[in-house]
């Protein structure tokens, strides 16, 4: 775990039950935002530039994610008032203007992070622009969201100076967005019909994961992907190997405050693998969070616990959401 200046940072966190041998496990990343505004004079020249800034993430952004399509980047507007960000705003305070869309001038990129952390940074940059004549007026305020106009807004910054911007100059905003894969893995063992067997939870393939990762972080979509493997686990960059196998059903079980639990059942003839053993469980949700659970026999430390087509099996999993302390 690990925690973000001025309170900007949100994890999420996902557990999977299976049941009757009931192991469970878990698997979180974090993410923060940071903010920049340039102005240009109508001959090119720099005019000012407020340099990175670390924004609020407001509680308006985890309360979306229960939604299918957040969309929460969707418009950036500025405003010139000077409150201070509260996490719940829900709005731009004093409106000025909005962009809709946005250019994205670096998709993604991996940042370092010292050799000892244990942790994969990853950020992506994206910038507005407020032409002459748009937004004129003291620039104080910024905020992205889901409308036009400043409602709905997801994450909130005021400037430590104020963006004077006149009629003839040219804005362009700038929002840094950076996700923290946790790469240390949660371990376990659990008792399946008399054997005994390691458990281990982790990610995988996180070199997917961009700026447009809450765009579609909604969690009631039915484009949840859950497939098992008979190989070894995923790596920060790499898939599960072996065979594959999925036809699991998708329903979702509960959803409450920030959290939402899935149940995927397994009948009889589905997630059989060729193997006839099952080794790594994933779910892809929305293609982007991508946790996984691998299961090695304690004593032989083979792949894998058997399924076959007289077996069924179900798994819950749960995920949670909220702000750091």
């Excluded at 974090?30 to 340039?38: F, L, N, P, S």
């Excluded at 036009?148 to 910054?157: I, L």
């Excluded at 765009?215 to 920060?236: E, I, L």
Aim: glycine fraction near 8%.
């Amino acid at each position: 775990m690990y925690t973000f200046d001025d309170n900007s940072g949100f994890y999420l966190k996902s557990d999977a039950l299976r049941k009757p041998a009931q192991f469970k496990g878990s698997s979180s990343f974090g993410m923060r935002g940071e903010v920049r505004g340039v102005l240009w004079n109508a001959d090119g020249s720099l005019a000012q530039d407020t340099g990175w800034n670390s924004n609020l993430i407001l509680d308006n952004m985890a309360t979306l994610m229960d939604e299918s399509n957040p969309s929460w980047y969707s418009w950036c507007t500025i405003g010139s008032s000077t409150l201070a960000p509260a996490i719940t705003q829900t709005s731009i305070q004093s409106f000025l203007a909005s962009q809709g869309s946005g250019s994205n001038p670096m998709p993604y990129v991996d940042y370092p992070r010292p050799p000892t952390a244990p942790n994969w940074e990853r950020y992506s940059i994206r910038k507005w622009r407020f032409d002459a004549g748009e937004g004129t007026g003291n620039v104080n305020e910024f905020t992205l969201g889901t409308t036009t106009g400043g409602a709905n807004a997801c994450v909130r910054h005021v400037f430590p100076a104020t963006i004077p911007k006149g009629a003839t100059q040219v804005l362009d905003v700038f929002y840094r967005f950076y996700l923290y894969p946790d790469l240390v893995p949660r371990t376990g063992t659990v008792m399946i019909n008399g054997v005994s067997y390691d458990w281990e939870t982790s990610f995988y393939k996180l070199d997917i994961y961009n700026f447009s990762l809450f765009t579609y972080m909604g969690f009631n979509s039915t484009s949840s992907q859950f497939k098992v493997y008979d190989g070894v686990k995923g790596g920060p960059t790499t898939n599960p190997t072996g065979n594959v196998a999925q036809s699991a059903t998708l329903s979702f079980v509960s959803q409450g405050s920030w959290t939402r639990t899935m149940r995927y059942t397994a009948a009889l003839d589905e997630c059989n693998t060729a193997s006839g053993r099952i080794s790594v469980i994933t779910t892809a949700l929305q293609t982007y969070h991508r946790p996984q659970i691998e299961v090695l026999d304690t004593a032989t430390r083979t792949q894998g616990f058997p399924k076959d087509n007289t077996e069924e099996m179900t798994v819950d999993w749960t995920l949670t959401w909220g702000r750091y302390p």
